[in-house]
């Protein structure tokens, strides 16, 4: 899932000078790298910051009318982006495209500090948040562009790390 949203991403970059790619030090593992590698230019690492990267960076693209795609594991998101995920961009509806990875219980290896299972609750409570989940990479293909495309702040969940115990 993750291969296909940064295949996607750097291909719908080719076409839209606007969108921007903003990651919290997670550039490898959300394969967000590849449309760095395409478009250094629009392409922001923060590091482990995930108030700036929403709050100061997406916030401040959006407002710029840029369409910031914002990336970051989805229990540090939550952790350190939900205040300005809250007042910032759900209460201005801004054009904000929130991506969480590693959700749910999908990144059991690094234990529960790594483990988000309040996420969706917590976006459902915005008003101007579209929540979104693709199931798998031919989802995340399909809709990535749609995601792009809307006009509001977005929250899209999953992009599961797929590891199997020997």
Known sequence: MREALGITLARLGEDNDRLVVVTADVGESTRARYFGERFPNRYFNVGISE????????VGLALG?????????????MRGGWEQIRNSLGRMNLNVKLIATHAGLSDFADGPSHQALEDVALMRTLSNMVVVAPADAWDVERIIPKVIEYRGGLFMLGLAVITHRQ
């Open 65 to 77: 009318g840029y369409v910031p795609v914002a990336m970051a594991y989805a229990m540090f998101m």
């Open 51 to 58: 108030q700036d990267l929403v709050g100061g960076v997406a």
